[in-house]
């Protein structure tokens, strides 16, 4: 009998799982225009969907023992009613059902959770799956959302391809954008995007590790060791700290960069309200290294503007470096402050490698910039603005996406330049895109390693694994096949220049969010293509891979060795 009512619950669990992703995959779809004819049968399905979750909260509550406790412990779940009565009463079409249907699936699923143990244990040891479904899921949501016609200033639905591209490049902290986000989108549109664009430069970094300490799991070994790795600390009480200090220093550098922006532009963007929100987007969207700008012109009018363009890039270099360098120098500095002349702490090669190759990326790249265009874009500009155009892009090129001039207008050997930029990216355990500096950096280090004949990669005096050096090579290997196959598909579909073409996908692939200007003419074929890259781009290769392919066991055997002529 007790096995009966096990399995009776958990078909009947399996059936609410069914219908919630029903639900979500027919908010994202049934604005699609191909689905206007079936407007009635959407309703009913709908209403279907809804009552399911009603029969679901119901039978929850009168199974349970206590019921009051269950009420207490579950008063969330009846919100589900709230969509419910409104389709009911005939206010499907409003834009607030939209928003009720989400909550009320949200409600589900965290009332599910509390059920399915086994999934959310599943997942916690796969953090690759783990990462692609919320990332998924955020992108999905923020599709909907952006259908909505609140979203836009016509009142128009936006189209599913353009919602899902935008929302994809919002929260994969790309840029890219195939619809004007100061003349397409309303205030509830650009605050969607804005939502993104904090979850999806925060999430990658952090959302496994707070799922695991939210549900209060007691984590294995192996779980320990691989949030260890992740935030490379010593314990898990290091990595609650870590944790905490994402949180205030995203905070605190957001909030000085908005401050900042707030004062250079009051009185030249609006009323007192406009500015400050387009300082907030501006500083979280920096930080972020995401690239969408409330300005149809993105920052080409700030060209100039010396404390907004040093801001601005102040808060994309503060995200590109990452949350352990930070976190790594901001705790060396304290110490030294602290113990004056006694024993120094020095920074962790890592926090080195980074912050030696960012400055050599900034500093090579603002100067070959200012080589290749002295005589082009930059001819006729004062100091001021020879200085700070060049000195912005190449800062921005490494994933961030704004731009103070017209990209369509660089000479081709710029854009090779910033092709290389965007390819190498920013740095681990950061809001960036891209292979990373540190893949770069050791690679150089393997290739200065084989040239002086050592047996061993070695970067400030340490010897580097083996396993890491073989990782780095795979991450630009795969990269790189990734980019072929990508821009000779889009070259396939657009029709359009090779570098034009190339650039957009390299732009896509880093998640930086550049253009030379036709990302609005893409075609849907092509603007899918781009959506995949980004998604892609922004898990990273190995992850996408890992979640497809799952974890494999070594080997515990190897094969007879034999020399491959090379070179």
Known sequence: MVMSLSIRK?????????AALCAFLLLVIENAAFLSPYAHMVGELNLAILLVFALDVLLRLFSSEDRRAHLKRNWFDWVVFIPLFQLIAGGGAAPSFVITRLTAIAAILISHSRHSSTFIDSLSKRPAQLMVITFGFAIGVGTVLLMLPAATLSGQRTSLADALFTATSATCVTGLSVQDTARYFS????????????????????????????????????????????????????????????????????????????????????????????????????????GFSTFSDNLMGFQRDSVTTLTIGSLIIAGGLGFVVISDVFFVCKNRLRRGRGKREHLKVQSRVVLWASLILIAGGALGLFIAEKNLLLAGQGLR????????????????????????????????????????????????GGVKTTTVTILWALLMSELRGRQHVEVFKRTIPSETVQKAAVILVFSLLLVSVFTGLLLFVEHKGFIEVFFETVSAFGTVGLSTGITPALTVPGKLLITVLMFIGRIGPLTIGYALFGSRRPAQYMYAQESVGIG
């Not at 009480?237 to 944790?243: G, L, Q």
């Not at 401050?259 to 007192?272: I, P, Q």
């Open 187 to 290: 205030l509830f549109g650009q605050m969607v995007i804005l939502a993104l664009i904090q979850i999806g430069g925060l999430g990658i970094m952090t959302f496994s590790i707070s799922l695991a300490l939210l549900l209060k799991k007691r984590m294995e070994i192996r779980q320990e060791i691989a949030m260890q790795n992740i935030l490379d600390q010593s314990d898990l009480s290091t990595v609650r700290k870590m944790i905490l200090f994402i949180v205030k220093m995203t905070v605190v550098i957001e909030a000085l960069g908005a401050l900042v922006l707030a004062f250079a532009w009051r009185g030249r963007v609006g009323g007192f309200l406009q500015t400050v929100f387009a300082a907030l987007f501006h500083s979280v969207s920096a930080f972020c290294n995401a």
């Open 385 to 432: 603005g020879r200085v700070l155009i060049p000195l912005f892009q190449s800062i921005t090129a490494r994933t961030a996406g704004f731009n103070t001039c017209d990209i369509g207008r660089l000479c081709p050997l710029s854009l090779l330049l910033i092709i290389l930029l965007m390819f190498i990216g920013g740095s681990p355990s950061s809001t960036a």
């Open 10 to 18: 958990f078909s009947f669990t399996a059936v609410v799982g069914a």
